[in-house]
C-alpha cells in the first residue's frame, strides 16, 4: 500500500527494488559518509542510505511523508528528516563534516532549478546522484555536436563531470510517469573544467550562443562581442565563421571568453 502521490509536487515514488538495490550498488557508500537525499519520498532508498552510510539528512517537502518518515524510522538513529522545500534549503545549515554525497529522485519540472541550487554549495558537496528523465539527463552529458547539447551541459560540465549510470524504465515508478529516466553521477571537479577570468561573461556567451542556436557564431554574438574579436577569435583558434554553438566545445567558449 502506498501513499498517494501528490501531482501539484511532481511525485513519483521507486517501487521497483531491483532498482532501489541497482541505486545503492552504484552509489557504494561507506560508514564515514554523510548523505543528503532530496525528496525522499516513502522511504523506500532512504532505509537503505541509513543502512550503508554514517549519517543521512534526508529533505522532504510533503509535511505527511515526513510524518510517515519519522514514524516509519523512529528507532533509527543516523536519520534526520528534515522538512523544507529544498529550493530554499541553505545547505550551509548542516553541521560540519564530510562533504555530502546526495541522492535524490527529483520532480522533472524542476530538475534544472535543483542543480543550480546544489551548485550554490559545491564547496559543501562531493557527488551528485539523481533519478532524472532521460532526455534531461542526456543534455546534462551531451558531447559538443549533439542535439543534446546545449547551454545547461555546458554549465553543468563546468563543475562536474555528469555521467549517465543506467536507464530506469517508466513502469519502475509509482504513479508510471509519461517517460523513461536515468540514474545520473555528478562528480564535482576540484577545480572548474577550464580556465576563464571571468565566469559571468562565460556564461552569458554561452547563453547568448545558444539563444541563437539557428544561427552562425558569427551572427548569433554579433551584438555582443565586437567584430573584430570575433574575427580575432576564429583566427587564432582557426576556426570556422559559420559553426555554430552546439559544435563549440566549453573549452572554445572559455577561449572566446578569455580573449574579450
Request: hydrophobic share 40%.
Amino acid at each position: 500500500m502506498h501513499t498517494k502521490p501528490k501531482k501539484s509536487l511532481g511525485q513519483n515514488f521507486l517501487i521497483d527494488r531491483n532498482i532501489q538495490d541497482k541505486i545503492i550498488d552504484s552509489v557504494g557508500l561507506a560508514q564515514e559518509d554523510t548523505v543528503l537525499e532530496i525528496g525522499p519520498g516513502e522511504g523506500a532508498i532512504t532505509g537503505l542510505l541509513c543502512r550503508d552510510a554514517g549519517k543521512v539528512f534526508a529533505v522532504e517537502i510533503d509535511r505527511s511523508l515526513c510524518a510517515l518518515l519519522t514514524n516509519k524510522f523512529a528507532k533509527t538513529q543516523n536519520l534526520s528528516v528534515i522538512n523544507a522545500d529544498f529550493l530554499k534549503f541553505d545547505l550551509r545549515s548542516l553541521p560540519p563534516g564530510n562533504k555530502l554525497k546526495v541522492i535524490g529522485n527529483i520532480p522533472y519540472y524542476i530538475t534544472s532549478p535543483i542543480v543550480e541550487h546544489l551548485l550554490l554549495y559545491r564547496e559543501r558537496v562531493e557527488v551528485i546522484y539523481l533519478t532524472v528523465q532521460k532526455e534531461f539527463a542526456q543534455r546534462m552529458a551531451a558531447d559538443p555536436g549533439s542535439k543534446a547539447y546545449g547551454s545547461f551541459s555546458c554549465f553543468v560540465q563546468y563543475y562536474t563531470e555528469p555521467e549517465i549510470l543506467f536507464l530506469i524504465k517508466k513502469n519502475s515508478f509509482h504513479p508510471p510517469p509519461k517517460v523513461d529516466s536515468c540514474f545520473l553521477r555528478m562528480k564535482l571537479r576540484q577545480e572548474p573544467a577550464v580556465k576563464v577570468k571571468n565566469e559571468t561573461l562565460l556564461f552569458k556567451i554561452i547563453r547568448t550562443a545558444f539563444q541563437q542556436r539557428r544561427k552562425t557564431m558569427k551572427n548569433g554574438l554579433e551584438e555582443l562581442i565586437p567584430n573584430r574579436q570575433l574575427e580575432e577569435f576564429f583566427r587564432q583558434y582557426d576556426i570556422d565563421p559559420r559553426i555554430r554553438a552546439e559544435d563549440l566545445s566549453l573549452q572554445d567558449f572559455a577561449n572566446l571568453a578569455n580573449l574579450i
